[in-house]
């Protein structure tokens, strides 16, 4: 991750932008969604970690719950293109509807800049940005490190917990948790 990672944004710093292409072919960019919260997560339908969120159905409702209170969620996919488990465009936009997810977009980020940029180190990785573009909360989906099914039941979803928080006006308990999954496979 070179000389960027040093440089990656802490809770409390102001989020870098960035501009990125979604599976659709639309451009996004974050400072348009200014005045919202935003929850970035960086995914990879290769990755048991991430299809453990995906197929219990976790990831898709912890996005709806978000998006439905008006959350940007935009999903990035920071996997180069040489990897084995790269899905090009069509295929991890039909494989994101296969799931039933409900990310506001899909974004590919194969030259790993944006990810570089964030410090994101696995899939999932999330980090939430408030209305004012401040980084709010960076860390895993929730309290257990691991690729089980069964253990959704009894971990704290860090992101319902933080935007709860957040949205009730309180300062977010878990603002930076430790993320885990897989190593995202960025472009050397």
């Known amino acids: 991750m070179g000389n960027n990672a040093a440089a990656a944004p802490t809770v409390g710093q102001q989020a870098p932008d960035f501009v990125a292409v979604d599976t659709n072919g639309a451009k ?19 990755c048991p970690f991430v299809r453990k969120h995906y197929g219990s159905g976790n990831m898709p409702a912890t996005q709806k719950a978000a998006t439905d209170k008006g959350v940007v969620w935009l999903a990035i996919n920071s996997t180069e293109r040489a990897a084995s ?21 899909v974004l590919m980020d194969e030259d790993g800049l944006i990810g570089q940029v964030y410090g994101a180190r696995t899939t999932p990785h999330i980090f939430i940005i408030d209305p004012k573009g401040t980084l709010v909360y960076a860390g895993g989906i929730d309290s257990i490190a ?19 928080e957040a949205f009730g006006g309180k300062p977010i308990s878990a603002a930076a948790t430790r993320p885990y999954g897989c190593s995202i496979k960025y472009k050397t």
Request: aromatic content about 10%; overall charge neutral.
């Open 28 to 46: 996004h960019k974050l400072s348009d969604f200014a005045g919202k919260f935003v929850v970035l997560e960086w995914t990879n339908p290769g």
């Open 85 to 105: 488990d790269y899905l090009k465009p069509d295929a991890l936009d039909a494989w994101m509807k296969s799931q039933k997810a409900a990310p506001t977009a």
């Open 146 to 164: 691991s690729a089980r099914v069964d253990d959704i039941k009894t971990a704290t979803n860090y992101v319902n917990q933080a935007l709860g």
